[in-house]
C-alpha cells in the first residue's frame, strides 16, 4: 500500500454513516486517488458537483419509467461518492474550511427535499393517490426535525454556558473512535467490522436513505419506500426531540452527529 493510499485512508471517518462506510466511502478513496493531487479541483468544486449530479436525478424521476429510474438511481450514488471525495480531499490536503463544512452540509438538506419531491410526484402519477405526497412532505419535516432540535439545543446550552462548545469538542474528541478495520487490518478484522455496522441501518440517517431511495427507484417500488421514510423520521424525529431535551435536563454534551 503507498503513501498516497494510506493517507487518503486515513481520511476516511471511522463513524460513517451506513453504505456510506463501506461502499461510497471506499470508492470515493478511490475516486480521489486519481484526481487528489490536482491542483485546480477544490474540494468545494467537487462539492457543487456533488449537488449538481443530485440536482440532475430529479427530472429523470418526475419523467419517469424503467429507463429514467435507473439513470436517476445511478446519479444519486454517483452524488453520495462526490459527497464523500470533498472532505475527504479537504482533509487529506489539510485544507477544511467552515465554509466548505457549511455548503456541504446545506446541499445535502436541499438534495433531500429535492429528490423526495421528485419521487412524491413519480408516485402520485403512478397511483394517482395523494397519500405519496403527504408522505414525503412529513417525512422531509420530521427528517429536518431531527437537526434543528440538535441545533435549538445547543443554542439553549450555550445560553446558559458561554464554554459549552469547547465542552462539546472536549468530549467529541475524548469519544472519537479508533480504526478496526481497513487495509492491513486481516479478513477476519473487517468482517467482524462489517457486520457491526449493519446496526447502523435503524437510524435511518442520509446514508441509509440514499440508499432506500436509489433502490426503490431500481425495483420501482416508490410509495412502498415512502411509507418506510415516513414511519422512520416520524420515529426519530420524535424521539431525538426528547433526547435533546433530556440531555439538557442532564446537563450532558449534546451528541454532534451530521
Not at 166 to 189: D, L, S, Y
Request: aromatic content about 16%.
Amino acid at each position: 500500500m503507498n503513501d498516497r493510499f494510506s493517507r487518503l485512508w486515513a481520511t476516511k471517518n471511522n463513524d460513517d454513516e451506513w453504505w456510506a462506510s463501506f461502499v461510497t466511502s471506499p470508492l470515493a478513496i478511490l475516486a480521489n486517488y486519481a484526481v487528489v493531487d490536482i491542483k485546480w479541483l477544490t474540494p468545494n468544486l467537487i462539492t457543487l458537483v456533488s449537488f449538481l449530479t443530485a440536482v440532475a436525478s430529479a427530472p429523470f424521476i418526475v419523467v419517469g419509467g424503467t429507463t429514467n429510474f435507473l439513470i436517476a438511481a445511478v446519479l444519486i450514488q454517483l452524488s453520495f461518492v462526490f459527497d464523500c471525495m470533498d472532505g475527504q480531499m479537504a482533509r487529506y490536503r489539510n485544507s477544511s474550511t467552515a465554509t466548505g463544512s457549511y455548503y456541504d452540509r446545506v446541499s445535502d438538506q436541499i438534495q433531500i427535499t429535492i429528490w423526495f419531491g421528485a419521487v412524491a410526484y413519480a408516485a402520485w402519477v403512478q397511483s394517482n393517490e395523494v397519500i405519496p405526497i403527504f408522505l414525503a412532505f412529513f417525512g422531509t419535516a420530521f427528517y429536518f426535525l431531527r437537526g434543528y432540535v440538535k441545533y435549538v439545543a445547543i443554542h439553549v446550552e450555550m445560553s446558559r454556558d458561554r464554554d459549552y462548545l469547547e465542552r462539546i469538542a472536549q468530549h467529541t474528541k475524548a469519544n472519537q473512535k479508533a480504526a478496526v478495520a481497513g487495509p492491513g487490518f486481516g479478513v477476519v478484522a473487517n468482517f467482524r467490522w462489517f457486520i457491526a455496522e449493519q446496526k447502523k441501518i435503524f437510524r435511518f440517517n442520509e446514508g441509509v436513505l440514499i440508499f432506500m431511495l436509489s433502490l426503490a427507484l431500481v425495483l420501482n417500488q416508490l410509495t412502498p419506500m415512502l411509507w418506510v421514510f415516513f414511519a422512520s423520521q416520524l420515529f426519530h424525529g420524535l424521539f431525538r426531540s426528547w433526547q435533546h431535551g433530556n440531555t439538557i435536563d442532564l446537563n450532558q454534551p449534546i451528541p454532534i452527529e451530521k
